[in-house]
């Protein structure tokens, strides 16, 4: 291809990126895979490698890798970011009309839109020649901040419109208002990543999208599972719409998310029904809202119309009624997670918010208790966020009675009794016992894993039957397992046991370092147990070693240090080591005791894999590097010695030669450590 095939093609695949973005992230309709996307995105990247002065700011690429500034620019906004005066019910809705009549009688025969009242945070965007070239925060209405980056890695932003070739032209300059905010159900899944990690969970979504929006590094930023939806123009130039509903369909024409449940109604009692009933329905809905908004159809009645401070007299929100109530805390109870962690939680006085009857609310973890100061007895205000997870703000002091006793979290674990533990910097604490019935099931589904053992037809419904029969106890039980203990279970017939038995058989001929990973010892990876296999011959070795020979070894701190000697200290442990030997799941380490890592053909050296190797799936290349002394990393650095790359190779490939990394083929590798 010349040069100027290869422009043209570069931008045919920004628009068509974008174009399937917008489906993916806006309509919810892709039509290609991801990894059709993927290889788009690989050829795209391989453009700009080779290009990188045809880069525009509109490439799927730009959304992240900006540098984090030092600080948010001021952006003084081109017209004042309005914000809006309440109503509480209906009749506040027909005082608003009645006022606003007064003004302008042409009010009473106007028609009006009614649109979610979204939770989140406002955003100013610009558009100058249909590109995105800036966005604020509202700030105090006429000066925001410039978080133009941090916005950028809104996958629902657009970059440029009209995002699909239908799209209107849009105006030469355009600024739009939405608003940004997390899903209930990204939310959900956002605290349960932190509470499996240990970390502090975050207390609602609101607060969650504004802290991401404010992190002065964009990565951070994209971490965060923010999306968007818009609805007015602030200002702009050329032909735009003259009504908040023909706003709302050129916005979404261009390719901008606008809400999907907005109506427009005749008059003032329609739209006060339409609210009325939005209080029930706010339920059904995957974000939070916390009102509806009416405002006035015609955009220019609206504006003739004035404002009043910093609200427009021709639109009003519709506050939903308050969500908060209080109730007596009769106990807490605490919940053991299958990663062990324990997480308390308030058992309420059943008590209606908003028409549902709350009885239970997280109480995050124990520290969250000590900082409120939460007491049994005491009386609590408790919030229903968007309807759906009720929280405990805190606890009402004016009411608290002179018996009550400050809280003492649990020594023990309230399933298996056993003594729980803390690690160092983290707020969570954990049981670590492994045959806590509260954990059983997610260790044995860990140690059967693919990225460990690799126990095919091993999966969590079987795991689940073999333990509620009371067959397996620990890991280890799986090694005693028989063709007449399998026949007992419903499904199983021979064929099934046959395979599952010999599944079970060939793990026994996995390397040590996959068996380490697969005991579930806290902090220790697959990259950890790599280098402990190298350094130990066995597990008997390794559970010998004291804290200070594991912090000899790279890349092992204190904390892994104490928590692998505080696994093999534990005598459930021993036990389950001396029925794993017996059972004859005893891999070990290729190295000779006494021999240093030195003496391997790859050791001291790292390595990238990218693409499909002809002899090698991945796993087994990670393996023969790592059992060879090598080390395998995820991305390519000025460090890495080596970028083994097979067929079809991703981007890691023009990242290495672009750093001069050596790279080689799948007998490249098997060269470098035959020839040691
Ligand atoms: S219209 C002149 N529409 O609510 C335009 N605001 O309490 C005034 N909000 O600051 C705003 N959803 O952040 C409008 N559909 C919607 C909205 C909405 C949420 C926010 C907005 C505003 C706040 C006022």
């Known amino acids: 291809m010349n040069t100027e095939n290869i422009r043209a093609r570069y931008k045919k695949l920004i628009k068509v990126l974008n174009e399937h973005s917008y489906r993916y992230h806006v309509l919810n309709e892709p039509v290609v895979s991801d990894s059709e996307y993927d290889q788009m995105l690989v050829e795209l990247r391989q453009i700009e490698g080779e290009f990188p002065e045809w880069i525009t700011p509109d490439s799927p690429t730009q959304r992240t890798g900006a540098k984090p500034p030092e600080k948010f620019d001021k952006v003084q906004h081109p017209a004042l970011i309005l914000s809006l005066a309440n109503a509480f019910d209906g009749d506040g809705l027909r005082a608003w009309l009645e006022r606003i009549s007064k003004l302008d009688e042409r009010v009473l025969d106007a028609d009006f839109v009614v649109e979610p009242k979204l939770d989140g945070l406002t955003v100013v965007l610009q558009y100058d020649d249909g590109v995105f070239v800036r966005g604020a925060t509202r700030g105090n209405g006429e000066v925001g901040e410039d978080i133009t980056q941090n916005l950028r890695t809104l996958q629902s932003l657009p970059l440029r419109i009209p995002v699909t070739r239908q799209g209107p032209q849009p105006p030469p300059r355009l600024v739009v208002r939405g608003e940004v905010f997390i899903n209930l159900a990204d939310f959900e899944k956002l605290n349960q990543l932190l509470l499996e990690a240990g970390e502090k969970t975050y207390v609602n979504p609101r607060n969650t999208a504004a802290g991401a929006l404010r992190q002065l590094d964009p990565a951070i930023t994209a971490s965060r599972p923010l999306t968007m939806l818009c609805y007015s123009i602030v200002s702009g130039e050329g032909e735009l719409p003259d009504t908040q509903w023909g706003t709302i369909a050129f916005l979404r024409d261009l390719g901008f998310p606008v809400p999907g449940e907005i109506a427009r109604y005749a008059d003032i009692e329609s739209s006060v029904s339409a609210c009325e009933a939005w209080i029930g329905k706010r339920k059904d809905l995957p974000f939070e809202i916390d009102g509806a908004v009416v405002k006035i159809n015609d955009l220019i009645l609206a504006t003739d119309l004035g404002v009043v401070g910093k609200d427009p007299r021709g639109a009003i929100a519709f506050k939903f009624p308050a969500q908060e109530v209080t109730t007596q805390l009769l106990d807490i109870g605490v919940n053991v997670g299958r990663t062990g962690v324990l997480t308390p939680y308030a058992i309420l006085e059943p008590v209606e918010i908003g028409g549902v009857l709350v009885s239970q609310a997280t109480l995050h973890n124990f520290d969250f208790i000590a900082d409120k100061d939460i007491r049994i007895g005491d009386r609590l205000l408790v919030k229903r966020a968007g309807d759906v997870i009720p929280y405990v703000i805190g606890p009402v002091m004016a009411a608290r009675k002179k018996d009550v006793s400050p809280y003492q979290p649990p020594k023990l674990c309230p399933v298996c009794g056993e003594p729980i533990q803390h690690k160092e910097g983290e707020v969570a604490w954990y049981c670590i016992n492994p045959t806590c019935p509260a954990q059983l099931l997610r260790i044995i589904e860990h140690f059967v894993s693919r990225a460990t053992l690799d126990i095919v037809g091993l999966g969590i419904k ?39 038995l010999s599944s079970i058989e060939a793990s026994k001929d996995q390397p040590l370092a996959r068996l380490i990973f697969a005991l579930g010892i806290p902090n220790v990876g697959e990259v950890v147990s790599a280098e402990l296999a190298r350094k130990f011959q066995d597990l008997h070795a390794l559970s010998k070693a004291s804290v200070n020979e594991f912090e000899m070894i790279e890349g092992i701190g204190p904390n892994i240090a104490e928590a692998i000697v505080g696994w093999f200290g534990r005598l459930e442990n021993q036990k389950i080591l001396e029925k794993l030997k017996s059972a004859g799941m005893w891999p070990r380490s290729t190295i000779q005791a006494g021999e240093t890592i030195g003496e391997q053909p790859l050791s001291g050296m790292s390595f990238v894999i990218t693409g499909t190797l002809p002899g090698f799936s991945r796993k087994e290349a990670k393996d023969f590097i790592s059992t060879n002394g090598g080390k395998v990393v995820s991305s390519v650095s000025k460090k890495t010695n080596f970028l083994v790359a097979g067929e079809k190779p991703g981007s890691k490939l023009d990242k290495a030669q672009g750093l001069g990394v050596n790279i080689l083929d799948e007998a490249g590798l098997r060269e470098l450590v035959s020839k040691g």
């Open 462 to 500: 079987i795991v689940e039957q073999l333990v509620n029969h009371g067959l397996i106890k620990d890991v280890a039980d799986l090694y005693t397992l028989t063709s007449d203990n399998l026949l007992e279970l419903e499904g199983f017939a021979d064929k099934k046991v046959a395979n599952l």
